[in-house]
């Protein structure tokens, strides 16, 4: 079983920045770089809403339009970790946010971390 576990959430003010980090491990075999990472963020009685996706390699990456230019989703293969870097944080980015990990390499595998609160207040 793939485990996702997400670091870095907080309270800060607005305009501050803030790094997400989602560590991941698994069995023997587990080859992160054959997952797609990307992060997700949730309000209570919202959906969970998708702002960043990086390829396994790293070498793309895409990001929804209420965080583009802010956020950077980065990743370290060799770490086995996928990093969400926010910045000009404003009030409305205060949500639960969660690493997600996508592979369809021998089969469909999709896993989610347990989130970490991020809150931006004055």
């Known amino acids: 079983q793939v485990q996702l576990v997400e670091s870095g959430g907080g309270s800060v003010q607005p305009g501050e920045s803030l790094r997400l980090s989602c560590q991941a491990s698994?069995?023997?075999?587990?080859?992160?770089?054959?997952?797609?990472m990307s992060w997700y963020r949730q309000t209570p009685g919202e959906e969970r809403e998708l702002l960043a996706t990086?390829?396994?390699?790293?070498?793309?990456?895409t990001y929804a339009d209420s965080v583009r230019g802010r956020f950077m989703i980065s990743r370290d293969n060799g770490k086995n970790t996928v990093d969400l870097q926010m910045n000009s944080l404003k009030p409305e980015d205060t949500a639960v946010y969660y690493c997600?990990?996508?592979?369809?390499?021998?089969?469909?595998?999709?896993?989610w971390g347990q989130g970490t609160q991020v809150t931006v207040a004055s």
């Open positions: 698994g069995p023997s075999g587990f080859t992160f770089s054959t997952y797609a």
């Open positions: 997600n990990g996508l592979s369809v390499v021998g089969g469909v595998h999709h896993y």
């Open positions: 990086i390829t396994g390699a790293g070498d793309s990456s």
